[in-house]
Antibody
């Protein structure tokens, strides 16, 4: 069974750093792109970027480039989303999602449960 | 940047009736278009990809159509489970981008 399990909710202050995780299981971790998607509570979905765990190639949305970093650890089957300096506007739910089993098609069929990040002074 | 615009923002339909949701791209995305359903407190679920291909396990009452800049998701006979928010999503290979529409809320009339 394919599963993506994300790390738990976080409460941080502006300017602090944070790294959240998404562990995949039940499939070939290295062979599917993983997307990170932001959702401010009550609002829509925003694509942040994708990472290919096989070689850690990343592609970022211009809206998030330079503010977040995606990484992957193949042995543990885990991808990460990291901030060096959080802002209050980063308060949101963050989802990871797996690319479907069709190379070159960027649709996402399995999603993590989401990680709520709250940034407040 | 490719902008995806969904309409209407909110759609009120009675159970058993048909619902038609629209998604328009600011430039052609060929058939690189997916539809997701998101229920409150849950992650999105992929329903349709490639504009018209239903994901295995998705009920046949869901169908997608369109190409280029105009796309439609049709739900033929609404069930209680279908009242949720629906998002379209495109991808483009050069330059690489992925964009979601702002969503259509499907509510019970």
């Amino acid at each position: 069974e394919v599963q993506l399990v994300q790390s738990g909710a976080e409460v941080k202050k502006p300017g602090e750093s944070l790294k959240i995780s998404c562990q995949g299981s039940g499939y070939s971790f290295a062979s599917h792109w993983i997307a990170w998607v932001r959702q401010v509570p009550g609002k829509g979905l925003e694509w942040m970027g994708v990472i290919y765990p096989g070689d850690s190639e990343t592609r970022y949305s211009p809206s998030f480039q330079g503010h977040v970093t995606m990484s992957a650890d193949k042995p543990s089957g885990t991808t990460y989303l990291q901030w060096n300096s959080l802002r209050a506007s980063d308060t949101a739910i963050y989802y990871c999602a797996r690319q479907i089993k069709a190379p070159g098609l960027y649709y996402f069929d399995y999603w993590g449960q989401g990680t709520l990040v709250t940034v407040s002074s | 940047e490719i902008v995806m615009t969904q309409s209407p923002a909110t759609l009120s339909v009675s159970p058993g009736e048909r619902a038609t949701l629209s998604c328009r791209a600011s430039q052609s995305v060929a058939t690189n278009l997916a539809w997701y359903r998101q229920k409150p407190g849950q992650a999105p679920r992929l329903l349709i990809y490639g504009a018209d291909t239903r994901v295995p396990g998705v009920p046949a009452r869901f169908s997608g159509s369109g190409a280029g800049t105009e796309f439609t998701l049709t739900i033929s006979s609404l069930q209680s489970d279908d009242f949720a928010v629906y998002y379209c999503q495109q991808y483009n290979n050069w330059p690489f981008s992925i964009t979601f529409g702002q969503g259509t809320r499907l509510e019970i009339k």
